[in-house]
């Protein structure tokens, strides 16, 4: 025995294989059992017409049905279809005289299914093994030649010429050894007595019995044949079947009652006394079925599954009390019942899921199976409502998991979706599993700010690097998408880039100065930020931020009028006759800066006579106190004070000269006062007023009367309002925004006349209405509007006006003759 082992051992296996192309596309491989893990059986990329190269992408793998355990595997690299685990075809077929085992090769991408039938050839792996070691034989010495007593026969798991071939008995003068059939098909061994026992003479014997099968090498079993000789037992019991048949669903507790078999003995006594046995069981029936050797009753002693075996086949002997016996066959069926629930596996999955996937993309595999049959096996599979994804059938259990919608990572980020497969049994059984998906993220979402538009307010004068505002930005993008990046974009504030007023932090999204701001310059601006995220491309949105400079009081109070020091030397007339209240003269400055910080006030701090005139707080007019009196000095200097209302206060001082006189030829201080200049100057200067004041009223008379004839004017009165100012004496560019200046007051001078220069001038000048006060509009009429200012001359002229229309013309010549004589 043991030398056909080490025989077989040295040699090894050979193996062959045989490639069969069904209609269908499935192939059959021949293959024999106990091969060598990796042992080629074939070339199954060949044999299917596959790309070697793509098996691994592919993800090609072969299932077993019915069964978890890989028996066979594929070479990747080569294609060849190796053995994985060892093969015992008397595990998967038992005594089948043909053993096919089925399998599936799946491929991925595209889904591909083929069946591969494993055909597995017996080899001579097992030895004939007898029931026991030892049979005991009790014979009569009655027993006449050619008697013959039933010897189990040996059981050889392998089929063909492999199982159990011969026996050889051992040389003894009394029995020799014979193989009978019965009529079920089955083999036993017989006995046969050829020459009469003699108790006397040998109460027992002892023979070895040895069976042979017919492989190669021949593998063989023994058992010792223990005879004892006793008197005469001449029947043996008889089975009242020769097959019996039961049928056992499975899951059947224990001591389940299958069958009983019975045999009954002619003879009496102990002779005619049965009790039965198992003959011919394997280890596995052993341990799921008992017998009674006295009842014959079999019952369940195991687990009874179906999906381990579906019938089931046992050798009952009845032997009577001397030793003869016979025995039966019994077939036991197995039905089906549904208690295996269906097994969900996961054959494929992607994970993550780009959140950028178009409806209907597959991103797993699930294949279903279930260990019972028929409709017990039959499987429905759902999905949980509410996520974005089904179930599609496939190739016989195989189900395409796919999307249906969608899928927004900044809405759902993760899925856990349950699987339920549910089979068709009653009651049906189902199974549950359980799949985690995660969304990878994809740039989809710029950054947005959290308000439509940002306002930042500073004070002018700021330091530069000071905090405007804070512009903020969300991105619900994952990492790098979602991480924002401020810049402010391109662009111009009065004419300069927009990065030399403001920058902003990148990372925090603060917005700082980079320079001082003026607001007499510039009052408020606009900056485009930008927030950009770090994907890939990059998105980006765009928010206005309004930067509004607010005023400080930083700029102290202009004078216009009177000039300041070092300008034309300017002196008011003030007639004799003038009342208390009469206007004088009004002082007329403006501040560059806005709100409380440009509201003026005027206050005369220093004059040569304190009771005599007075100034209004707030327009600054300067009227007369009281009448003038002949004590009263010709000339009179004040100075006049202008506060601002900012904190703190910032003020601006002037000198305003009066001339108290009916008629300039009545003033000789005017001489001293303005005679600065060459004669040969001052002369030409005023030959040149004279002629053009001369053209100028003449040009005007014959305009005014020909407009009083189209038209009715009302009286204008020269000096009815505040005092007009030449546009020498505004500065550049001036303006009052907001309509919070000094020149708010609607007072209207026609004309005025200045001295005190020997460049003096008589100057008419329109009157204004209007908030603000610019620079290049003082002193532009249009003829038609002197017109209007001498429409009228029915009017009385109050103290300290002058009517142009009652002032003649040659009244006008002699006073200036007068005013040419005095000077030289």
């Known amino acids: 025995m043991m030398h056909l082992r080490s025989v077989l051992q040295s040699y090894g296996f050979v193996f062959f294989f045989v490639v069969v192309r069904y209609a269908h596309g499935d192939l059959s491989y021949s293959v024999q059992e106990e091969l060598k893990r990796g042992s080629v059986i074939g070339n199954i990329a060949k044999d299917l017409g596959l ?33 994985a685990e060892r093969i015992d075809r008397e595990e998967h077929c038992g005594e ?38 030892v049979v005991k034989l009790e014979i009569t010495e009655s027993a006449a030649k050619g008697a013959r007593y039933r010897i189990n026969a040996a059981q050889d798991a392998d089929i063909g010429k492999n199982s159990v071939e011969s026996y050889i008995l051992e040389q003894n003068p009394h029995f020799v050894f014979s193989i009978q059939t019965t009529s079920a098909g089955s083999r036993y061994g017989e006995l046969v007595l050829d020459q009469e026992l003699d108790r006397e003479e040998q109460q027992e014997l002892k023979l070895l019995l040895t069976a042979v099968d017919g492989g190669s090498p021949q593998r063989s079993g023994t058992v010792v044949i223990h005879v004892i000789v006793l008197d005469a037992n001449d029947n043996a019991p008889v089975f009242t079947e020769a097959v019996y ?26 002779n005619g006394e049965v009790t039965y046995e198992f003959s011919r069981i394997s280890d596995k029936l052993q341990k799921l079925f008992s017998l009674d050797d006295k009842t014959g009753e079999i019952s369940v002693s195991g687990d ?62 699930i294949n279903v199976q279930d260990r019972d049959s028929e409709s017990n096996r039959q499987v429905r599979c759902s999905i949980q409502q509410g996520a974005p994804f089904k179930l599609v059938p496939s190739i016989k259990n195989y189900y395409s998991l796919v999307t249906t919608g969608q899928l927004d990572r900044e809405l759902v980020s993760d899925y856990n979706i349950t699987i339920t497969a ?53 991105d619900p993008d994952w990492r790098q998408n979602g991480t924002v990046i401020y810049s402010v974009l391109p662009g111009e504030v009065n004419g300069a880039p927009v990065s030399s007023y403001v920058s902003v932090n990148g990372d ?58 070092g300008n034309s030397f300017m002196t008011e007339l003030v007639l004799k006759a003038a009342h208390g209240g009469s206007l004088v003269s009004k002082v007329i400055a403006v501040d560059a800066d806005s709100g409380q910080n440009a509201w003026l006030s005027y206050e005369i701090v220093k004059s040569t006579d304190p009771g005599l005139f007075t100034i209004g707080v707030h327009s600054g007019e300067i009227r007369t106190q009281r009448d003038i009196s002949e004590s009263d000095s010709m000339k009179q200097n004040l100075i006049v004070a202008v506060k601002d209302n900012g904190q703190p206060s910032l003020s601006a001082t002037c000198s305003m000269y009066l001339l108290i006189s009916d008629n300039l030829a009545e003033v000789p201080e005017l001489k001293d006062i303005s005679y600065d200049e060459k004669n040969s100057k001052l002369t030409s200067y005023l030959i040149i007023a004279l002629v053009s004041v001369s053209t100028f009223f003449l040009t005007f008379i014959i305009i005014i009367l020909g407009v009083r004839f189209c038209r009715r004017r009302k009286p204008r009165l020269l000096f009815d309002g505040a005092v007009a100012i030449p546009s020498a004496y505004l500065p550049p560019n001036y303006a009052d925004v907001d309509g919070t200046g000094t020149l708010r007051s609607a007072y209207n001078y026609d004309a005025y006349l200045t001295t005190g220069s020997r460049t003096s001038d008589f100057k008419f000048v329109t009157s204004y209405n209007d908030n603000t006060l610019p620079a290049d509009q003082t002193l532009r009429k249009s003829p038609s509007d002197f017109a209007d200012v001498f429409g009228d001359c029915d009017g009385s002229p109050e103290v300290g006006t002058l009517n142009m229309i009652d002032f003649p013309v040659t009244k006008m010549l002699g006073t200036l003759s007068d005013a040419l004589a005095l000077l030289n």
């Open 51 to 83: 790309e070697v190269g793509r098996l691994s992408a592919r993800k090609a793998r072969v299932d077993m049905e019915e069964n978890d355990r890989q028996y066979i595997g594929i070479n990747l690299r080569s294609g060849d279809l190796v053995v």
């Open 96 to 133: 089948k005289p043909s053993c096919v085992l089925k399998f599936e090769l799946l491929l991925e991408n595209p889904l591909e299914l083929h069946r591969l039938s494993l055909q597995v050839q017996d080899v001579n792996d097992n030895a004939p093994i007898f029931p026991k070691d």
């Open 245 to 270: 048949t039961a049928t056992l669903p499975e899951n059947s507790p224990m001591k389940t009652a299958v069958i009983t078999v019975r045999a009954s003995d002619a003879d009496e006594g102990v």
């Open 304 to 365: 009874i599954d179906y999906e381990e075996g579906r019938k089931y086949e046992v050798f009952v002997e009845a032997k009577d009390g001397y030793g003869l016996s016979s025995d039966a066959k019994v077939i036991i069926d197995i039905t089906d019942v549904n208690d295996n629930a269906p097994v969900i596996h996961l054959k494929s999955l992607t994970n993550p899921i780009p959140e950028n996937v178009s409806p209907g993309t597959e991103v797993g595999i």
């Open 422 to 474: 549910t089979d068709e049994g009653s009651p049906p059984l189902s199974s549950s599993k359980s799949v985690q998906l995660s969304v990878a993220d994809i740039n989809d979402n710029p950054p947005v700010f959290e308000d439509q538009s940002y306002s930042a307010y500073v004070s002018e004068n700021n330091k530069p690097g000071s905090t405007l505002c804070s512009v903020t930005a969300r």
């Open 508 to 565: 925090t999204g603060v917005i700082h100065a980079v320079r001082s701001f003026d607001y007499e310059q510039l009052r408020s601006f606009k900056v485009q930020v930008m927030a950009r995220d770090n994907g890939s491309p990059p998105l980006s949105s765009n928010v206005t931020v309004s930067v509004f400079v607010s005023d400080v009081n930083d700029n102290s109070p202009q004078i216009l009028y009177p000039a300041p020091e």
